[in-house]
C-alpha cells in the first residue's frame, strides 16, 4: 500500500509545474539568479504573479517571497529571497528544484554539492563561523607544541636536514605514484568498452522524490566514472525496446536533459533503486529493483 502511495505521488509530481536553480556565492542576490523562467511563468496569470509566493521546505520551515517584474522577466524579491538563502547557509552550488502545489505554494528539494538531499535545517553560520574559529585555536596551539619541542631538539645538523629532504623527496614520489596509479585504474574504468557484467562499472541509485527533473551523480562517482566534459548518454531499458538520451552536465554532476522523459516513460517512482552499468563510456544499462 505505501509503494503505491509514493506512487500515485510521484505521479501526481510530473504534473505540476517546476523549475530547478544551482545557488552560487558569486551572483546570489542578482535578479538573474532570482528570475522565474518564462516558460514556468506562462502558466500563471498575472494575478497570480501579484501575490507572493510560498516556498516551504522538506522539514516544514517556510518563507513568504514577493514577485517582481523588470521590463524582461519575473523574479523574487531580494529581501525574501535572501532570507530564505541565509536561513538554509545557501550558496556552495546547492541545487534546488521548486515544484508548485497550487495557490502559489511551492515546496523545495535542497541538494548539497556532493549530491545529498538536506533533510533537516542547517547549522546556523554563526556557530560555523564559531566552529572555524576554535579549530584555528587548536591547530595555532598544536603548531606551537610543535615549536617548542623542535627548539629543545638542539640545532639541526646539514646530515639531519639533507636527511629529512631526502625522506620527503621519497615521500612525494610514492605520492605521485599512488597518484598516477590512480589515474590509470580511473581511465581503464571509464575506457571500458565490452566487460562481461560481473566486471562492469556500476553505480546504484535511491530514486527520490527530488530526482524528478535531475539526477544528481554523487561526487565520488562522477569522480571515478563520469566524463569530464558535457556529454550526451544513451540510457538503456533491460528489455531493449526503450533507450533515452539524457545530458550529462559536468558543471552541476548532474543528468539534466532528457531525464525528465526517462523517469515519466521508462516510468520511475520514489522508493526505486536505479542500478547504472556501463556498456561503453557514454551508454548506460538501466535496471530498476521495486521495493
Request: aromatic residues 10%.
Amino acid at each position: 500500500m505505501a509503494r503505491n502511495a509514493d506512487y500515485l505521488r510521484c505521479k501526481q509530481e510530473r504534473k505540476n509545474e517546476s523549475f530547478f536553480k544551482v545557488v552560487h556565492s558569486i551572483n546570489i542576490s542578482s535578479e538573474n539568479m532570482r528570475a522565474l523562467p518564462h516558460d514556468f511563468v506562462r502558466s500563471f496569470s498575472d494575478q497570480e504573479l501579484s501575490r507572493k509566493i510560498k516556498i516551504r521546505a522538506q522539514w516544514g520551515s517556510s518563507w513568504e517571497v514577493g514577485i517582481s517584474k523588470n521590463p524582461r522577466f519575473y523574479f523574487m524579491e531580494k529581501s525574501g529571497w535572501e532570507k530564505f538563502v541565509r536561513d538554509n547557509a545557501l550558496g556552495n552550488s546547492e541545487f534546488i528544484t521548486f515544484t508548485h502545489k497550487g495557490k502559489m505554494h511551492f515546496t523545495v528539494n535542497i541538494f548539497k554539492q556532493d549530491g545529498k538531499e538536506m533533510m533537516q535545517p542547517p547549522k546556523s553560520r554563526a556557530f560555523l563561523a564559531s566552529s572555524s574559529r576554535i579549530k584555528t585555536e587548536q591547530e595555532e596551539d598544536d603548531m606551537k607544541e610543535e615549536v617548542v619541542v623542535s627548539s629543545n631538539r638542539g640545532p639541526t645538523t646539514a646530515a639531519e636536514s639533507k636527511g629529512r629532504k631526502l625522506n620527503l623527496g621519497k615521500k612525494a614520489a610514492k605520492e605521485s605514484q599512488n597518484s598516477k596509479r590512480t589515474e590509470k585504474v580511473v581511465k581503464a574504468r571509464r575506457d571500458y568498452t565490452g566487460a562481461s557484467s560481473s566486471t562492469a562499472a556500476e553505480f546504484t541509485i535511491l530514486f527520490k522524490q527530488g530526482y524528478l527533473i535531475f539526477l544528481r551523480i554523487p561526487n565520488s562517482v562522477a569522480k571515478d566514472l563520469m566524463p569530464d566534459e558535457k556529454t550526451i548518454f544513451k540510457i538503456h531499458h533491460p528489455n531493449g525496446k526503450k533507450s533515452w538520451n539524457v545530458v550529462f552536465l559536468v558543471r552541476f554532476g548532474a543528468f539534466s536533459g532528457g531525464w525528465r522523459r526517462l523517469v515519466k516513460e521508462y516510468p520511475l517512482a520514489v522508493g526505486d533503486t536505479c542500478k547504472f552499468s556501463f556498456i561503453k563510456p557514454d551508454e548506460l544499462l538501466l535496471v530498476v529493483s521495486k521495493p
